[in-house]
Every structure is written in structure tokens, then in C-alpha cells.
């Protein structure tokens, strides 16, 4: 009887979204009640000034204190402390949901209003064993960031297909060993991990009650063995992303393209201003051009915490805020959060979308979000988010310091260590080898 | 008669102690003895289960914890003795120049201590950084052409460079301030005598602060075994293991992966080895500045 | 001297040129100031940042390490009174108590901390950041120094005229160990001006927050760091320690009772 009333409300919801979108959202009945939320993106307010037009009862106080995870982990071994709302990074999630920092919403956010909302790639951010937690905000779907002006200077063409990533990369390090045709991170599991989801694969997954590891299936292997080739050739230099010589290299031009999350467009404007009208945006390169792929890199979600007092507005208003149009218009306006995920962005596109100045008078935003269609696949990253990145840093600096000495060898060293990391954790329902 | 003074007195001590102590009692104390009760215990999240002794025991046969005292070492063998030994030499030189030219000095090398461990970890990758650093030319000029500034293995160098240039000022600085206190006719007395300027500020002068210098090195040691800002701002750099230090290895059990207890139980051990590598000083120390005490 | 002076400020040299710079010119090979100058850019931002929050943070740090400071150093030196005038029970042992407690590293005992003033609802209060900041063992022991250099005759002399002990700590003492006190009390105003930590995990509120705390929350709208304003923020952050430290400069002179003997 449940699933025929929920199957019924699927297909009223359907047909709401046509012609009565706001009915989606539910009425809050409550006391009045204020709200805390930590997040560290900073124009949030924006949205939450339309939220409380429509929600007059609840308020919102929004807090910044940049990357809080020191605060939410001592909040959460304390038993109190938590905000009603908290941004966590989707790499993130399962590790405060293992910690049992957040409660599920369901009940005024279910699955199917999810999957409508947010697609259903996003319940792997956002839920675990069926219990939803919280929304979506930015997407991290993979984008080829890349100087016209070299590309142009040297001759060099925007690969389709990583084949011919390659051969550009091979080309500009003969024309010009100073420079780079890419970089790729001295660790930050994130962008690795993202490589491989682009190529249609995973490393890890979880799946009734149980954690898969596989990091030497064959997408994985094709992916570091890409990367291995041109790393111990000395064509693609690695290289400790977001330090200073990193940040000279993008100012100077000493770097030609970087693959990367899509939210990286603004990250150029504020730390690369004076390269304006230089970068164009793609899809990244595609193994299989026939069956496109994308990958994410990064990407935020908002929670509802265990410690709320009212998890019902708290519900409501995630919800609100990462799904309806003046909200992601307001994201979009002030913060140019590439707010994709809500399938309600379609929206809200033609209004956000036009030509950038930055960006060369590109439409960026049509091309990203191109790029975050692609994106069709997701799976769960492990809840030991910190150790499966320490590791593979400290891998990656054992290569550059020449102590390992083939680059694709790294792969079956990093399953080893996550596998004795999740050991130490306690976890005894994993599964290495395999994936569902 | 001896009893009752002896008593008053020790009444009096407590009063004038009471203020500190309740705080010390309040804010140290209390919770370090909630933090054994918790070192007790198992932990996932806010969930916690007792488990007696085992995290000490998980400790014991923790290769990382143990790893993780070979920086610490250095710096108590190295950085320690040495920066307190140039900070002497300074506050002497301070005391040697004209006021107004000591004063500048006393500033310049102040500066570096004002800077907050954030702005330093910038300020400090530019400078190691192989793009920008301005020591490049020194560095090429020295034949190291082309070799990357920042390995792991020059860490520890770069350690003393970061540490010497935070403290030295500063220590000197207290070295100096209780020079101020040393009577002059000392010094006066022994320079009629006919010694030079070194010689009575290390023979007369240096044994009348040695209560300060005492104090210093046991600061300066738990210092050392809990070394973290720095080396965490190298992070930007070079990529350092998560227990590249004791107290780097406590943070992230804590804070990155939520093993609180553990991180506790952690520090609770640090705390002793410090303890107990500080023992012999810590004792001279007793004696040097309770001269009168039992 | 000259060439160790440079050792020691350029670092600050480098910060002062920095914050002249957008973020491109940052992010170049080159300790000259920037050209075109965006200081007076940066600076508005800075102060501009949210409706001027920097003021508010710049309030805050000035309450907190004041107080601290001020409180913690008092506090240090009525303790050190006690160990270097009386002869108690236990004096020895707490000597090295003290020291031995205060050994335990801080992040180990942050939760258990945090839990205690979650208890007293100290958590998103002044308190939080005060309590912890009035404890400074490192004051206890450099005082128990100080006073160690107050010649005994003065004490002698004061207890044969009948003075109270607290008439001796205030009129008699007090003036021997001013250079002690002012030093101690510079470092520690430093200590707390620049704690991150602690106001970090034990405040929730941005309007609390100290001005460490609140430069690193300035960033681009995604929350990435932006180093050209991060750098002015933390200029502003260092520039009244710098100011304070050279209006207390003249009390660095030789002491009162240096000439006594």
C-alpha cells in the first residue's frame, strides 16, 4: 500500500514539477525556530534572505569558519555542538555518517523527491543504506581548463580523447621543456579517484552493508598506467598542487591546461586575474568518444546533524536551498557555485548561463554544465576519507623522491595501505577485490 | 613559636597561590584527569566503550608513535642548546650596544614572534618555494643549480632554519630582561679587576640568570617534543607523514580521524616522556630557584 | 648583526611588499613592491570585508589578549610571590606538578576540555577563550626568576616595619619585578592575540570571533583562500603587536633596585 501511495506521489510529482514547482517543497508547521548552519562558501545569505520570504518561521544563522572539520570532529565526539546544518565535502559524507554525525531527513525529504530533485547519482553524496542526510549543492564534474594563447603559440589542439592528450602534452614538452602541458597532484586522492570515475570506473563502493576495495580492476590499471607512461617519461610533471610554485605557474603561464572540478572557473578569477581572456573551458578527453564519461573532482553538500533540535525545518530548508531556482540563482549570482546537481538548475540555465569576460567571452556555464551531464555514474567513498589521501601523498612524494621508481606500482601499494587502514578501524565488512 | 609561623606562612603561600592554582586546577588539571578516564575508553563518533588498558597497549606497538620522535630528538639535541646559547650572545650584545641601537635590534628580532604560524607558513613556502624563492641565486651561486629546495630530507634543516628565526629573538629577549635585573656593581667590580666584557658576562653575569636559562631550556624542550606548527606549514611543500612528529601524530588521530581517546591516551604518554627527559633539568631547576623550600 | 638583522625581517619585508600586490603579481619572482600598487585596493577590501567585520574581530582580540595578558601575568606573579617568599608544604612538589601537568600536549586533552565548558555553557562565550588564557605556566616559572632577583633585604627590612604581605608584594615587590611583568605580559598578550586553536573548536559565532581567527574566513566566495587579502588581513592582525611592543620598549631598562647592593 506504501509503495503504491509513494509510486502515486512519484508520478504527481512529475507532473507538479511541470506546472506547480513550489508545491514540492513542504509546508512547515513548527514553532518558530532559528536554524545554525556552518558552511564556509560566502554569500549563503543571499539565498537564505528568499528562503525565510517564503518560510517566515524559520531563520536561518549562517556561520564561516572556513574548513571546520577540527570543529565538527571535536562537536561530534563531545555528543553536542553541531550546527543544525553542516557542509561536508561529498568525499567526505560517508565518514560523518559512519561517525554518526547526521540524521536522516526521509521523512519530509524521500527518496523518490530526492532522485527528482537531485538525480540519482547524488544519493551516493548524500545517503547511505537508504537513510538521506542531506542535499547537494556544487558539482565537481571534471572540466579541461586551457590557455588559448599557448595552445595557440605552440601550435597545440584541444584534445578530444586521451590519446591525443597525450600527444599534445608529448609536443609542447619538445617545444618547450619550461613548460607544461598539464600537472597532476602530489597526492589529493580526490583528483586520482576522479580520473578513474571519468574513465567510468571506481576504486571503491559500498553495498548492502558492506565496503568494496578494488583499486587493480582494469579501468583503474588503464587509468595509472596513462598517467605512469607520460609521469616516468617526464612528459607531465607532478607537482604539490595549490602551492606557491603552483600558483606562479598559473600566473605565469607556465602551465598550459588543468583538468580539474568545474568550481575552478572562480578559483582562476580571484587567483589568476591578471590572466583574463587567456582560459577556455571544455568536456575533459574521453576514452571512448562514442560513450562519453565524467568524473567529479570536489563538490559540497549540506547535512542535517543528529545534534539539530529540529530536524524537520533543518530538512526543509536543505532542501530549499540546493533545489529551488531563486536559491540557485542566488548561489550562481554571488558565489558562481556551479550549482548543477538539482535537476531544478535547468531552470534556472538559460538565466545564469552567457558569455564570461574572464573566460574570453565564453559561455562557460553551458559548457560545464555539459560537462556535469556527463556524469552518470557515482559511487561511495570510503568513511576514511583523510587516511585513503594521506596515503596515497606519502606514495606519490616516495616517488618523486625516486624511492619508488615505477609510477604505476603506486596503485596496488595504495590498496594495501587503505585496506590496513580500514583494518585499524575496525571495519571487518570489507571486501578487497571486488566491486558490486 | 616556629610551628605556628611556619604555619601562617603556609597559609599565606596558598593565598597567594590560590588564584592561579584553582584556574591551573580548572582549566589543566580536571581535564586531563577526564582525559585519562577517557584514554579508557574505545571511541567511533560520540559512541565510547570501555576498554581498559588497550589503548595504551595499542600504543606501545605502534611503530608510527614511535617513529614520530626522531624530529622531536634532533631539535632537543640541536635546536635547543644552540638557539638558547645565540640567545645569550645576543642579550649580551644587546646589553653591550647603545640603548637606542639595542632597542632596534630588540625589535627587529621580536618581529618574527609577532607572526602568527598561518601568515609564517606563507610567508615561509614562498621563500622554500623553487619558482619564486629569492634564495635561488644564492643556492645556483653555491652549485646547487636546479636542485629542488624542498625534499623530505632537508625538512629537519628547514625545521631549524623556520624555529631559529621565530625564537631566537624572543628568548634572548627574556634573557635580556632578566639581565636588566642583575646588579651593575658585579659587573662593574669585575671589569676593575681587570676582566673583559665576555668574561664577566659569562662568569659573573650568565651564573646570576641561570634560574632563567634553567627555565628556558625546559620550555624550550616541551617545545620541541611538541613540534607542530612548523613542520605542518611545510605541508604546503612536501608532502610529510601524518606522525612526522609526536604531536602532529595526536592531531590527526583526533581531529582528521576522529580517534579521540586514542589522541588522548597519546598525549597522555608524550606528557611522560617528556616528564622524564626533563627529570635531571627539572630538578636542578627546583633547586636553583627554591633555594629555600623543602 | 647587519646581515642575521635580514635573516630575521625579511620575512616581514616580504609580507609588507605583499600587500601591495593582487594576486597575480603575488605569485611572481619578485620581492619589489607591486606595480601598478593595489594597496589601497586591498586594504578596502579588507576593511570592507562584510560590512567591516574586520572591526569587530580587531575589538575581540584586543578584549581577549588584553585580559589575558593582563590577568594571566598578574595571577603568574602572585604565585611566583608564594614559591619565592614562604616555605610551605608540598612547595617542591608542586613545582614540579605544575610543570608535569602542564606537559600534556593541548590537542590531546581539546575534547575533554570542550566538554567540561559544553557542561558550563562556556562553549560561543568570552570565557571560553579567558580561562584557559589566564593560566600561563611559563609566567609562573619566569616570575618565580623575577622575584628571585628582589634582593632579600628588601623583604627583611619590610617585615621588621611591620609591612602586610600583600603591602610587600604590591609597594615593596611589585617595582622589582616590573621589567619581569611587562615582558611576560607582551609575550603572553602576543600568545593569545595569536591563538588559533582554541577560539577555533570553542567559538561558534562569527562576532566572536578574535582577528586570527577571522583573516583566515576571508575568502574568495567558494572559500578559497585569497593570498593578497589574507596577507593585508594579517598585517593589520601583526601591526598593534609591533605598536605595542615599541611603546612598552621603555620600560626595558636597568631595574630599580639593580644598584642596591
Known sequence: MKQVILSLLAVFLVVSVAFAADDIYPEYKGEPVTLTMWAWTSNEDYSIREFEKVYPNIKVQWENFGVHYTKAQTAIAAGEGLPDVLMIE?????????????????????????????????????????????????????????????????????????????????KLRQADPNLNFATVPLGWALWWIGQIWEAGGKVFDYKDGKWYIDFTNPVAEKVFNFWGELIDEGTIKIEQWWSPDWYNSLNVGKTAAVIIGCWFAEWLRYNA????????????????????????????????????????????????????????????????????????????????????????????????????????????????????DQALGLLLQDYVDGKIKKFADILPMWEEAVVKAMKEFGYDNVVVGELP | MIRTRRGRSVFKAYLFLAPFLVLFVFVVVYPIIFGVRLSLYGQRGARMWYVGFSNYRTILGDPRFWEAFKIPLFLLLVQVPLMIFLAILIAFVYERMPRGRAAFYRFIHYLPYTIPAIVAGIVWSYIFSDSMSPLRPLLDLLGFVGVRILNREHVPLVLLVIIFWEFTGYTAFVVFSALL????????????????????????????????????????????????????????????????????????????????TYATAMGLVLACITFLISLYVLRMASRQLLARGW | MVLASLYFIFPFYWLVVSITKNTSQLFQKSI??????????????????????????????????????????FIAALAGFAFRRYEFYGKRLLFLLILGFAMVPGYATTLPLFMIFKSLRFIDTPWAILFPSFVNVFGVYLMVTYWNQVPQELFDAAEIDGASDFLVFFRIGFPGIATGFVTLALLAFVGVW??????????????????????????????????????????????????????FQRFFRPQLYAGLH
Open chain 1, 273 to 388: 586575474p591578471e590572466s583574463e581572456g587567456l582560459w577556455r573551458v571544455t568536456i575533459p578527453p574521453q576514452w571512448d568518444p562514442a560513450n562519453p564519461h565524467n568524473g567529479m573532482i570536489g563538490g559540497s553538500g549540506f547535512y542535517v546533524t543528529t545534534h539539530s533540535k529540529n530536524p524537520e525545518a533543518a530538512a526543509i530548508f536543505v532542501m530549499w536551498l540546493n533545489s529551488h531556482p531563486e536559491s540557485l540563482k542566488c548561489l550562481h549570482k554571488y558565489s558562481n557555485l556551479p550549482v548543477m546537481v538539482s535537476t531544478r538548475y535547468a531552470e534556472v540555465l538559460d538565466e545564469v548561463a552567457g558569455p564570461d569576460k574572464f573566460f574570453g567571452g565564453q559561455n562557460i556555464v553551458e559548457t560545464l554544465w555539459e560537462a556535469h551531464k556527463l556524469v552518470d555514474t557515482a559511487y561511495v567513498a570510503l568513511p576514511i576519507q583523510t587516511n585513503v
Open chain 1, 90 to 170: 561529498y568525499t567526505f559524507a560517508p565518514e560523518f555518517m559512519e561517525l554518526g554525525a547526521f540524521v536522516p531527513i526521509n521523512q519530509w525529504l524521500p527518496e523518490e523527491k530526492f532522485v527528482k530533485l537531485f538525480g540519482e547519482p547524488a544519493l551516493n553524496w548524500c545517503a547511505l543504506d537508504g537513510k538521506i542526510y542531506g542535499t547537494p549543492q556544487d558539482s565537481g564534474a571534471i572540466a579541461l581548463f586551457y590557455r588559448k594563447d599557448i595552445f595557440e603559440k605552440y601550435g597545440l589542439t584541444v584534445p578530444q580523447t586521451w590519446t591525443e592528450f597525450a600527444e599534445q602534452a608529448r
Open chain 3, 194 to 247: 595569536n591563538n588559533f586553536f582554541l577560539p577555533l573548536v570553542m567559538l561558534n559565532s562569527r562576532a566572536r570571533m578574535p582577528l586570527i581567527l577571522g583573516i583566515t574566513t576571508i575568502t574568495d566566495p567558494q572559500g578559497f583562500p585569497v593570498y593578497n587579502l589574507t596577507l593585508t588581513a594579517s598585517f593589520f592582525t601583526i601591526l598593534p603587536l609591533l605598536v605595542i611592543f615599541v611603546v
Open chain 3, 32 to 73: 619589489a613592491p607591486g606595480v601598478p600598487n593595489y594597496f589601497l585596493e586591498n586594504v578596502r577590501m579588507v576593511l570592507g570585508y562584510e560590512n567591516g567585520v574586520f572591526y569587530h574581530w580587531l575589538r575581540n582580540s584586543f578584549f581577549y589578549a588584553t585580559a589575558g595578558a593582563l590577568v594571566g601575568v
Open chain 2, 181 to 260: 635585573a642583575v646588579p651593575r656593581e658585579y659587573a662593574e667590580q669585575a671589569q676593575i679587576d681587570g676582566a673583559t666584557f665576555w668574561q664577566t658576562a659569562f662568569f659573573i653575569k650568565l651564573p646570576l640568570v641561570r634560574g632563567v636559562i634553567t627555565m628556558l631550556f625546559i620550555f624550550n624542550a616541551i617545545g620541541a617534543l611538541q613540534v607542530f606548527n612548523e613542520p605542518w606549514m611545510l605541508g604546503a611543500l612536501v608532502v610529510l607523514p601524518p606522525n612526522y612528529t609526536p604531536a602532529m601524530y595526536i592531531y590527526n588521530s583526533a581531529f582528521a580521524y576522529g580517534r579521540f
